[in-house]
Structure formats: C-alpha cells, structure tokens
C-alpha cells in the first residue's frame, strides 16, 4: 500500500513565499497523477494544484493560479507546491493526493484521487 506525507507547512506572513514537499513511500507513484487540495478552516476541500505523470500537462485552482507552481521528481517519487506571495486566505490544511490508475489524466477531482496524505498545516498572517 502506498503511503503520502506532507512536510513544510508553518506558519508565513502575507506576502512570503513556502515550500510544501510530498514524499511517496510504499509504492511507485512515478506513472500517476499527483495533486495538492487544501481545506480552510471551515470550508471544504478545495483543488489547489495537480500534475500528470510525465509532468506533460499541469493545472491550477483560479485563486492560486500565478502564484503556485506544483512539481515532481518521480527519481525520488516526490512532489512539491511552491507558494508565492501567499495571501491570508491561503490559510489552511494542504493536502497531497495521487491517483491510482496508471498514465491517467491530470484531474481537479478530488474524488479521482485514491491516496491521500495527513495533510500539513499552513497558516498566513497578515
């Protein structure tokens, strides 16, 4: 069984940038679709970034677009979000998923996705 982590998420000031960093373990996730959600306090979880297997096509949530990029190693079955200029609605708990099916399409569908990490916290002030 394949298994995510999370690491990276602490707390930023408005305006600063963050690094977020999924690590796979268990199993490959090299030939599968990899995505970051997040879930504000409060609210449901919302599709934040995603990236194909080869990394061929990527896309973005309309509130982070610009400001993130989502990239991946599958050398060292990692994927990362970098976050710039964060603002304090970006406060929330991130979550990498990967979807099962192998050479699958990118998806902003959280319910495609099949492995999920704990998630890791983020919280801007302003």
């Known amino acids: 069984q394949g298994q995510l982590g999370e690491a990276g998420g602490r707390l930023v000031q408005a305006g600063g940038s963050l690094r977020l960093a999924c690590a796979a373990s268990?199993?490959?996730?090299?030939?599968?679709?990899m995505g970051w959600f997040r879930q504000p306090p409060g609210r449901g979880r919302e599709f934040v970034a995603t990236?194909?297997?080869?990394?061929?096509?990527?896309s973005y949530g309309d509130r982070v677009k610009g400001r993130f990029v989502i990239s991946r190693d599958n050398a060292k079955n990692t994927v990362v979000l970098q976050m710039d200029i964060v603002a304090p609605e970006y406060t929330a708990v991130y979550y990498c998923?990967?979807?099962?099916?192998?050479?699958?399409?990118?998806?902003?569908?959280?319910?495609?996705?099949?492995?999920w990490g704990p998630g890791t916290q983020v919280t801007v002030s302003s």
């Open positions: 998923a990967a979807r099962a099916c192998w050479y699958c399409g990118s998806s902003g569908d959280e319910y495609e996705y099949d492995y």
């Open positions: 268990g199993r490959t996730f090299r030939h599968t679709t």
């Open positions: 990236i194909a297997w080869n990394g061929a096509h990527i």
